[in-house]
């Protein structure tokens, strides 16, 4: 047994109840393992209204010019450009008012709306304030250079400009111009399937306990990462959860929350290592140590701590990146960044990545809590997080850190 | 006429068409009517896993400490911390192990799991590396200070702590610390209903028109704005639609797209001023000028242009604030903002709020087409936008501007 990555799975190896983690996987390597299982699931075709935040399946390039012929920038009247060289309110230029279908005849013109072709020889457009229809005519009091108020073919896009990255959602304008360009159907990444086993309360905790922190937050962690929760078992025994959720169709992974310590009802490592292989267990984070993960069934399977705060730091590196990896997006953490000075010392362990939660004061980046008590509330109260490496025991005031903003 | 906000209702005064804006709003003035008339929803009350993303009714606050009672921050052995002094490996305290239910007895120890109350007298927690069960005894190995690995009451949260503002959408890590304090219900004010009405694509376009871009985009910028679109009609004449959202049960905001300018077809400000008030038309804003506002029934109507990009930069100040003031949000432009150089000259005019979309070469802010006639195509490729007052002409190379953000 190296540095833990590799217990043999089975009760006796793997039961650290009782006893502690004598050895904890690095972070580096617990991420290293979700990189190496989370692959990339295939591509099913959605409506062009529900591709927006979705991920390409390949980057998409326009297939012809847009717009595909020269056409009015504005509503006015479309002309040949020449024959208002001289016009003015003195001497205006009357022109006769034609079909915009038909080519321009000489000393014609066609009222067009904006967006609409060009009729075959204007070169320009008229808006109101230049031209005003008199009867059957309009009268031109000013001269329009070519090329004024038209759009030219390709003039927004040629063909085989790129509309759309593979590696980030799609945004809602681009959503928008797929649709103008005719696009009906986007081919995009299968949203990732969780199958989501929260453990219930601890009994004698003497307040409504973890467990019930877990349904909402997860099922919102892991929507906004791309994926969709096809099962969420809250209360179940992990110890049944586990292998039910292993063998139900349809998952990409299975997260199940809770019962990874060491106390002597923290059976989720157990269970997992009897449906299949427990790899880690106990990893060098704070808060969220007790994590663990490892495949059954050909599944994987991600174990979070049953603390709120645990759970949701757990999440974001190793279960997140699972998801976000699973459905083509950027596997690194999706908060905002800034860079930001320390304020007020935060301390951390070496050799243990620190999740801190951290407030702005005046600016600067202040510790909320400790990393091992603060709570789900020190997040709830945070403008966001710093992650101490394992190298540190911490910043002092005047360091300049990554503040990852919630 | 002052400066056009009040023309008088009735087709006369409102027909724009073949004649063209001869006056327009100033963005703050379209901006105040909005904010007059904009007024913040009532409550409804929603299960704490929906309340994600929504606006607290009132601002929420805890209860009762949090955790109501000491208790174990770790898995371990608790114990009083007077009776581990002088314990090692050589010298180990031995202690017996009793119900944690139970007062704690002298010279008794319980086993306690994270989270679970920690019984009457126990002061610390004994991890396993310092304690180690044989047979009905514990060996203590190590003393341990007062207070260590627990957590005390209201560690987390003191009776009366904020739990989620008013102000802004509760985060998926305060539902998580709502449930875990027992609260299942939250009061968070309604999602504002939009009856949105999308004129089809004009003809002779030549392409897919700008309607087939409205629908998708401008129903994923009010949901992101924390709407809902309750009836969509795209296609459908807007002469007819308008009266008919205007009519229909169970909206708070009607917007229409398309058939804004001055073409002859263009018949939304008039079937506005039909259904009620059109009170303004045309608005010193590049793209999105043809914008108009006003109310029918009681209810609030936003006219959008037809043009895509149009469209998008008037629903993200005019519309979207609108949503955004009826759910509680705050109604300044949601995208988050930088502060950037700019590499290459902004073209804009006086007397006109530009809306430039801009991408980022080299960090500095680099303008993407013309306002005008950039199209969604620009937007797609841009890194966010900058907005120009109608004072500047511009911005030249080497100026700070804040960079609203894709």
Same mark, same amino acid.
């Given at each position: 047994?190296?540095?833990?990555?590799?217990?043999?799975?089975?009760?006796?190896?793997?039961?650290?109840?009782?006893?502690?983690?004598?050895?904890?996987?690095?972070?580096?390597?617990?991420?290293?393992?979700?990189?190496?299982?989370?692959?990339?699931?295939?591509?099913?075709?959605?409506?062009?209204?529900?591709?927006?935040?979705?991920?390409?399946?390949?980057?998409?390039?326009?297939?012809?010019?847009?717009?595909?012929?020269?056409?009015?920038?504005?509503?006015?009247?479309?002309?040949?450009?020449?024959?208002?060289?001289?016009?003015?309110?003195?001497?205006?230029?009357?022109?006769?008012?034609?079909?915009?279908?038909?080519?321009? #005849?000489?000393?014609?013109?066609?009222?067009?709306?904006?967006?609409?072709?060009?009729?075959?020889?204007?070169?320009?457009?008229?808006?109101?304030?230049?031209?005003?229809?008199?009867?059957?005519?309009?009268?031109?009091?000013?001269?329009?250079?070519?090329?004024?108020?038209?759009?030219?073919?390709?003039?927004?896009? #040629?063909?085989?400009?790129?509309?759309?990255?593979?590696?980030?959602?799609?945004?809602?304008?681009?959503?928008?111009?797929?649709?103008?360009?005719?696009?009906?159907?986007?081919?995009?990444?299968?949203?990732?399937?969780?199958?989501?086993?929260?453990?219930?309360?601890?009994?004698?905790?003497?307040?409504?306990?973890?467990?019930?922190? #877990?349904?909402?937050?997860?099922?919102?962690?892991?929507?906004?990462?791309?994926?969709?929760?096809?099962?969420?078992?809250?209360?179940?025994?992990?110890?049944?959860?586990?292998?039910?959720?292993?063998?139900?169709?349809?998952?990409?992974?299975?997260?199940?929350?809770?019962?990874?310590?060491?106390?002597?009802?923290?059976?989720?490592?157990?269970?997992?290592?009897?449906?299949?292989?427990?790899?880690?267990?106990?990893?060098?984070?704070?808060?969220?140590?007790?994590?663990?993960?490892?495949?059954?069934?050909?599944?994987?399977?991600?174990?979070?701590?049953?603390?709120?705060?645990?759970?949701?730091?757990?999440?974001?590196?190793?279960?997140?990146?699972?998801?976000?990896?699973?459905?083509?997006?950027?596997?690194?953490?999706? #908060?905002?960044?800034?860079?930001?000075?320390?304020?007020?010392?935060?301390?951390?362990?070496?050799?243990?990545?620190?999740?801190?939660?951290?407030?702005?004061?005046?600016?600067?980046?202040?510790?909320?809590?400790?990393?091992?008590?603060?709570?789900?509330?020190?997040?709830?109260?945070?403008?966001?997080?710093?992650?101490?490496?394992?190298?540190?025991?911490?910043?002092?005031?005047?360091?300049?850190?990554?503040?990852?903003?919630?």
């Amino acid at each position: 047994m190296s540095v833990g990555e590799r217990r043999p799975p089975g009760a006796g190896g793997n039961d650290i109840r009782l006893r502690g983690f004598d050895d904890r996987v690095t972070v580096e390597r617990a991420l290293a393992w979700v990189d190496r299982h989370a692959a990339r699931l295939g591509a099913v075709e959605v409506g062009v209204a529900e591709s927006v935040g979705r991920i390409p399946a390949t980057p998409l390039a326009a297939l012809a010019d847009y717009p595909p012929v020269d056409r009015a920038g504005e509503d006015g009247y479309a002309v040949r450009s020449d024959v208002t060289v001289g016009a003015s309110a003195y001497n205006p230029v009357l022109l006769r008012i034609q079909d915009a279908a038909d080519p321009l #005849h000489f000393g014609g013109t066609a009222l067009v709306a904006a967006g609409e072709a060009l009729p075959r020889g204007a070169d320009a457009i008229l808006g109101f304030d230049a031209a005003q229809a008199v009867g059957p005519t309009v009268e031109v009091i000013a001269p329009v250079a070519a090329g004024m108020g038209v759009e030219r073919a390709g003039q927004q896009l #040629h063909a085989g400009a790129s509309l759309a990255s593979a590696v980030r959602p799609i945004r809602l304008h681009e959503a928008g111009l797929l649709a103008s360009l005719g696009i009906d159907r986007v081919s995009v990444l299968a949203r990732p399937r969780v199958w989501l086993a929260v453990a219930g309360a601890k009994p004698g905790a003497g307040a409504r306990a973890a467990g019930d922190a #877990h349904g909402p937050m997860l099922r919102a962690l892991i929507e906004r990462d791309g994926g969709t929760v096809e099962v969420s078992e809250t209360g179940a025994s992990v110890r049944d959860a586990i292998p039910r959720g292993v063998g139900a169709p349809g998952a990409d992974l299975v997260i199940a929350t809770g019962r990874t310590g060491t106390g002597p009802d923290d059976e989720a490592p157990l269970a997992l290592a009897e449906a299949g292989e427990l790899v880690i267990h106990g990893i060098a984070l704070r808060p969220g140590g007790s994590s663990g993960m490892g495949l059954a069934g050909g599944l994987p399977v991600i174990l979070l701590p049953g603390d709120p705060l645990a759970c949701l730091c757990a999440y974001e590196l190793f279960a997140g990146r699972f998801v976000r990896r699973l459905g083509g997006r950027d596997p690194g953490l999706p #908060h905002a960044t800034r860079e930001a000075e320390v304020g007020r010392k935060i301390v951390s362990a070496v050799g243990f990545v620190d999740v801190c939660q951290v407030r702005l004061v005046a600016g600067r980046v202040e510790p909320i809590g400790v990393a091992e008590f603060g709570g789900l509330a020190s997040a709830a109260g945070a403008d966001g997080f710093v992650v101490v490496p394992a190298a540190l025991e911490g910043y002092a005031p005047g360091a300049r850190v990554t503040l990852y903003t919630y």
